[in-house]
T-cell receptor, first 112, second 115 residues
Framework: DAKTTQPPSMDCAEGRAANLPCNHS???????VYWYRQIHSQGPQYIIH???NNETNEMASLIITEDRKSSTLILPHATLRDTAVYYC?????????????FGKGTHLIIQP | DSGVTQTPKHLITATGQRVTLRCSPR?????VYWYQQSLDQGLQFLIH???????AKGNILERFSAQQFPDLHSELNLSSLELGDSALYFC??????????????FGPGTRLTVL
């Protein structure tokens, strides 16, 4: 699975959109981009995933650049409960039997 | 609530002891993954079972073992415990055996403290 790079921390004001970037310049054609978050010491929570088209669900939107070398997770109206560590993970079909590879993620802090 | 359950929530034991952690996957999921999260190592994949069979191993110590039962619940056995085994242990479940669209859903974890 391709390696990802994320900023270690970010701040965002409550009610504003939080935009979390992720670089995955070595991503290959069949690899998906997944986002998870972990609030304090709870289990990681699945947010969204995508291949090349932009995706949206009830939690967030995922924007993947046309060359697929980077992506942005957007939380449209951040709340204090969105404070968490956000992980961007690239997952290929070849690594499916293995577990997810978590990096250090981005610690997003929502400010009141 | 992901639908994945883990017991116990907390476990405190002594060095040299053996413990068993339990995981019940979401209804309909056949895969169970185990992960360890310690302060210095982050979240690390340990082992994956699919429909009762071991599929892949990650950074799992020889002192650790796992199995998945016919009802699809899984147990992670940790023996000869050391102080460094203190960590959060998560299981995750997914529908299929593999694949880049097979989303994993995580349980709430078991916090193990070895004294």
């Amino acid at each position: 699975d391709a390696k990802t790079t994320q900023p270690p921390s970010m701040d965002c004001a409550e009610g504003r959109a939080a935009n979390l970037p992720c670089n995955h310049s070595t991503i290959s054609g069949n690899e998906y981009v997944y986002w998870y978050r972990q609030i304090h010491s709870q289990g990681p929570q699945y947010i969204i995933h995508g291949l090349k088209n932009n995706e949206t669900n009830e939690m967030a939107s995922l924007i993947i650049t046309e060359d697929r070398k980077s992506s942005t997770l957007i939380l449209p109206h951040a709340t204090l409960r969105d404070t968490a560590v956000y992980y961007c993970i690239v997952r290929g079909s070849g690594g499916g039997a293995d577990g997810l590879t978590f990096g250090k993620g981005t610690h997003l802090i929502i400010q009141p | 609530d992901s639908g994945v359950t883990q017991t116990p929530k907390h476990l405190i034991t002594a060095t040299g002891q053996r413990v068993t952690l339990r995981c019940s996957p979401r209804s309909g999921d056949l895969s169970v993954y185990w992960y360890q999260q310690s302060l210095d190592q982050g979240l690390q994949f340990l082992i994956h079972y699919y429909n009762g069979e071991e599929r892949a191993k990650g950074n799992i110590l020889e002192r650790f073992s796992a199995q998945q039962f016919p009802d699809l619940h899984s147990e992670l056995n940790l023996s000869s415990l050391e102080l460094g085994d203190s960590a959060l242990y998560f299981c995750a479940s997914s529908v299929g055996p593999s694949g880049n669209t097979d989303t994993q859903y995580f349980g709430p974890g078991t916090r193990l403290t070895v004294l």
